[in-house]
């Protein structure tokens, strides 16, 4: 596609509910990651793909936060049994087409954002 | 890990002034840093990024300096308009590394006024 694609734009659960969010990257791009954006600040790094295989889960916040990637394209994020903290936008970006040295350029998405009540 | 602290989290200028916004990460074997611009509601997307082996870098109205020693970096926007307002993240990575995550800083709100 011309650019990263997720969805929903928009999820609102209630405290305990399960939720996932999708992710299309750029296609032909080896490298995607997940990142967590709380209101008023950067985004913090959560977990990287590349391909099918989930190189760096470093940065999920407990074991109710799951990433898959299957088929080294689409991906979801699954959060299990939703707090409020986990109230955040979540960006997904992608680089790197296959044969093509890494630039350093991630393209985000438009993000998920996540309210949990 | 890395931590990368940015400053000032807001900042406003008149049309036409400069803007500094800079930043500081802590660690030493990074040497990658893109910053990138958010507009509300939107995307971040890169402006600019500057490697570890120069010292500045330029594209038009936007620079970015880098002092390695003192683990600093800075973007320098001039004569701004009001269509620079925006968030500012500046980041760190190790470049060529097992996975080039970035690290971000915690955003500049730039408001420029017309």
Do not use: M
Not at chain 1, 77 to 93: F, G, M, P
């Amino acid at each position: 596609g011309a650019g990263v694609s997720q969805s929903p734009r928009y999820k609102v659960a209630k405290r305990g509910q399960d939720v996932a969010l999708r992710c299309d990257p750029i296609s032909g791009h080896v490298s995607l990651f997940w990142y967590q954006q709380a209101l008023g600040q950067g985004p913090e790094f959560l977990t990287y793909f590349q391909n099918e295989a989930q190189l760096d889960k470093s940065g999920l916040p407990s074991d109710r936060f799951f990433a898959e990637r299957p088929e080294g394209s689409v991906s979801t994020l699954k959060i299990q049994r939703t707090q409020q903290e986990d109230s955040a936008v979540y960006l997904c970006a992608s680089t790197t087409p296959r044969d093509r040295v890494y630039t350093g350029e991630l393209f985000f998405g438009e993000g998920s954002r996540l309210t949990v009540l | 890990g890395e931590n990368v602290e940015q400053h000032p989290s807001t900042l406003s200028v008149q049309e036409g002034d400069s803007a500094v916004i800079k930043c500081t990460y802590s660690d030493s074997a990074s040497n990658y840093f893109p910053w990138y611009k958010q507009e509300l509601g939107k995307r971040p997307q890169l402006i600019i990024d500057i490697r570890s082996n120069v010292g500045e870098k330029k594209d038009q109205r936007i620079a970015v300096t880098l002092n390695k020693t003192a683990k600093h970096f800075s973007l320098h926007i001039t004569e701004t308009q009001p269509e620079d307002s925006a968030v500012y993240f500046c980041a760190a990575s190790r470049y060529g590394g097992a996975t080039n995550k970035l690290i971000f800083g915690t955003g500049t709100l730039l408001a420029v006024q017309p």
